[in-house]
């Protein structure tokens, strides 16, 4: 994912997440709309997935997503929060949280 993301001008802080979703914290061009630049990323990331998986459990996103700006001020605790998932969902899990 985080070759995706350069490939598409953007810059990876840090990618992580649990079981069933994904957490990104990134960079986006400001001359790419969001909207535009998750729907790439999740094109090639689920074409990778499915080539390097051949025909068993094909993979695909789910249709959205959310995206939040970060203050510089807040990204080494959202660094923290994506570091813990495994911890953080022990507590809660994803669907209590959403």
């Keep these: ?3 995706t993301v350069s490939n598409l001008g953007g810059h990876a802080l840090r990618i992580g997440g649990y079981i069933d979703h994904a957490h990104l914290l990134l960079r986006i061009p400001a001359k790419i709309a969001v909207a535009d ?20 459990l094909p993979f695909h996103w789910q249709d959205g997503y959310g995206a939040f700006s970060v203050s510089r001020s807040k990204v080494e ?22």
């Design 37 to 56: 630049f998750i729907r790439q990323l999740k094109a090639s990331t689920s074409k990778h997935i499915n080539d390097e998986r051949g025909n068993r």
């Design 77 to 98: 605790a959202v660094i923290d929060y994506i570091d813990n998932q495994m911890e953080h969902h022990s507590k809660r899990s994803f669907q209590e949280e959403y």
């Design 1 to 3: 994912m985080a070759g």
